[in-house]
């Protein structure tokens, strides 16, 4: 089976690495000429590092940022992810490339192709396969994936629509160095004139969002670094001594959703599927969830033993999860926008008081941070250490199902099956989300439901 890949950012790579470690023959081509260090996201939230942490590269990741354990929303208003049932209980502060290096090396060595200045054109399918055109000639292939982003060449070829609207203008940008660090990893706040954020980089540069409410101007417009110091300056108190800016450019956010996932042999993810405001963190993070839920069904119907329905479960599954983002990151953007100063203050006083409820707190952290999220009929599950003392999350790293219970793997299913003692009878999926529990009297159905016959 040949898969095509449309764009290289985290979603499209983290995907290419599972479908080429399956032994899928997988193509990713990527409109840029080269790697850009010019990055929007800069949080990896706890479930995104457990599905690394099943691809072994989570180590190596939060070796290159610092960990934040209470979230900042505003002024007294902060999420306790300390509390999260997780090896990660923190936000992992490092800039979007890095993530991008480690899933690029993983998916290089796995054997995917990565092409480079490859600019997509058009998509074509029929009953037999796809075709994506491109300026260079045509690729050929079983399955099409748009992975490239907001303006999505995929979704506009497949007539997927986008519907939504800009939620917050002219945000303004910079790379920039302080001459005073923070006192926190993380520095943001919301004021009457607009808010900011401060982000370091991890090399003596960091990245400021600011909006100023007085500003509505066109993405293209100048930007000076007084204006930046300004904004900073009353969202926090201080602009830090901001000095020499390498980069600074303005952008508009969008919250948009199509409502189809997948048409035919062709699918959506990351943000060709949904976009959102970055509050909360949560764009890459989504995008790459989506890729963890949609490789290994695409892995399992090139091994020719998916059971019927699996690749709709993508759209099952992921398109709710999108718009529970849409609407907790909205909520925490409209929050942070209000004006009056009464509006600001009960906003504080009584998001501080809910957050000291510890059914509220594990709630919001939960939901940030994505460890909350559950598909209706595979929860999320929980690392576990079986008998032979490795952790459940090791043992995904196979890229295959695992089965806790039996010390061996049942007759005919080595080819898609882990197994590892343990004291109940669980069937985990590739992606961590629980497929079955049961008895061993009920495995041998439930294996034949989830991953077909034996051979």
């Known amino acids: 089976m040949k898969t095509v890949i449309v764009g290289a950012g985290p979603t499209g790579l983290l995907l290419a690495g599972d479908l080429a470690a399956a032994g899928v023959d997988v193509t990713v081509l990527e409109r840029r000429g080269a790697e850009s260090n010019l990055t929007r996201a800069f949080g990896v939230h706890a479930r995104t590092l457990e599905h690394l942490d099943a691809r072994g590269l989570a ?33 992992l502060i490092t800039p979007q490339y890095n993530v991008e290096r480690l899933l690029e090396e993983r998916a290089v060595k796995a054997g995917a192709r ?16 796809v075709e994506v055109t491109t300026g260079d000639g045509t690729f050929a292939a079983d399955y099409v994936v748009g992975a490239d982003g907001v303006r999505s060449v995929v979704r506009s070829a497949l007539g997927v629509p986008f519907p939504g609207r800009a939620v917050l203008r002219s945000i303004m940008l910079a790379d920039v160095r302080l001459t005073d660090a923070p006192a926190d990893t993380l520095a943001v706040n919301a004021s ?13 540069w960091y990245r400021i969002f600011a909006w100023d409410r007085r500003t509505d101007l066109p993405d293209d417009a100048p930007l000076t670094l007084d204006e930046v110091r300004e904004v900073t300056r009353k969202a926090l108190g201080t602009d830090f001594g901001m000095h020499e800016a390498r980069w600074m450019s303005r952008f508009h956010s969008d919250e948009r959703q199509a409502p189809q996932y997948r048409v035919g042999r062709a699918f959506l993810a990351g943000d060709a599927a949904h976009v959102h405001s970055p509050a909360g963190g949560q764009g890459m993070n989504t995008g790459l969830q989506d890729a963890a839920n949609l490789g290994w069904k695409l892995a399992a119907t090139a091994a020719g033993w998916a059971p019927d329905g699996l690749l709709d479960s993508y759209q099952d599954e992921r398109h709710p999860v999108g718009s529970l983002v849409l609407r ?24 501080g008081a809910l957050l000291h409820v510890p059914t509220v707190m594990r709630k919001a952290a939960g939901t940030v941070s994505g460890i909350g999220i559950d598909y209706p009929h595979a929860p999320r599950q929980e690392d576990v250490t079986v008998a032979s003392g490795q952790r459940l999350y090791e043992l995904l790293r196979s890229g295959r199902h695992v089965l806790l219970g039996p ?10 099956l882990v197994a590892a003692a343990h004291d109940h009878w669980v069937l985990v999926r590739p992606d961590g989300h629980t497929a079955w529990t049961g008895t061993e009297r009920d495995a041998p159905v439930a294996l034949r439901r989830h991953l077909g016959e034996p051979r």
């Not at 009457?192 to 003596?204: L, T």
């Not at 907790?328 to 004006?339: D, E, H, K, N, P």
């Not at 100063?341 to 009584?350: M, N, P, S, T």
């Not at 010390?407 to 898609?416: F, N, S, T």
């Open 328 to 351: 907790s990151s909205g909520g925490l953007i409209r929050l942070a926008m209000l004006q009056s100063r009464a509006a600001r203050a009960g906003r504080d006083l009584l998001g």
């Open 59 to 91: 180590e190596d990741l939060v070796e290159t940022g610092a960990q934040v354990q209470r979230l900042r929303l505003f002024e007294r208003v902060r999420v306790n992810l300390g509390v999260l049932p997780s090896r990660f209980p923190f936000l």
């Open 114 to 129: 990565l092409l480079r200045g490859v600019e997509v054109t058009g998509v074509r399918q029929d009953a037999g396969g």
């Open 407 to 416: 010390a061996e793997v049942p007759p005919g299913y080595a080819d898609r």
């Open 192 to 204: 009457a004139e607009g808010f900011a954020f401060v982000a370091p980089f991890g090399d003596g």
